[in-house]
């Protein structure tokens, strides 16, 4: 497994417009996406994201790991499968969390993410 491209800050809605706001203007981070419920930052060679999420009631972090194999990564860290978070579409792996409950990621990375 290595270290993937994406962080994910899972921000409650009535947080989001001033979280991005911070990274924004404060912290001073370019701008790279904007969608409806997300908003992308680069983050030296990451994408930190700060995903508004209405049902939320309190910060999460999300991180992402690539594996050329998801299922034996999954199997090898022992952790439970986790899918129903949110949907994968298009992508190759599984959700999963670390001991602390962090959220993971690990996928198979495409071919331009190598």
């Given amino acids: 497994m290595t270290p993937g ?3 994910a800050i899972k921000v409650p809605l009535h947080r989001y417009d001033e979280t991005v706001a911070y990274y924004r203007d404060r912290v001073g981070l370019p701008v790279t996406r904007e969608m409806q ?14 995903d508004r999420v209405p049902q939320q009631s309190q910060v999460d972090i999300w991180l992402e790991l690539f594996s050329d194999d ?3 990564a999954l199997a090898s860290l022992g952790s439970p499968q986790r899918d129903e978070l949110e949907p994968l579409d298009g992508v190759t792996g599984h959700w999963t969390s670390d ?3 962090t ?3 690990v ?8």
């Avoid at 419920?37 to 700060?50: E, M």
């Avoid at 996928?107 to 190598?114: F, L, M, N, V, W």
């Fill in 5 to 7: 491209r994406n962080i």
């Fill in 37 to 50: 419920n997300s908003t992308g930052f680069a983050f030296g060679n990451l994408t930190l994201w700060i």
């Fill in 70 to 72: 998801p299922d034996a």
């Fill in 99 to 101: 001991p602390a409950g």
């Fill in 103 to 105: 959220v993971l990621l």
């Fill in 107 to 114: 996928r198979q990375p495409k071919s331009d993410e190598r």
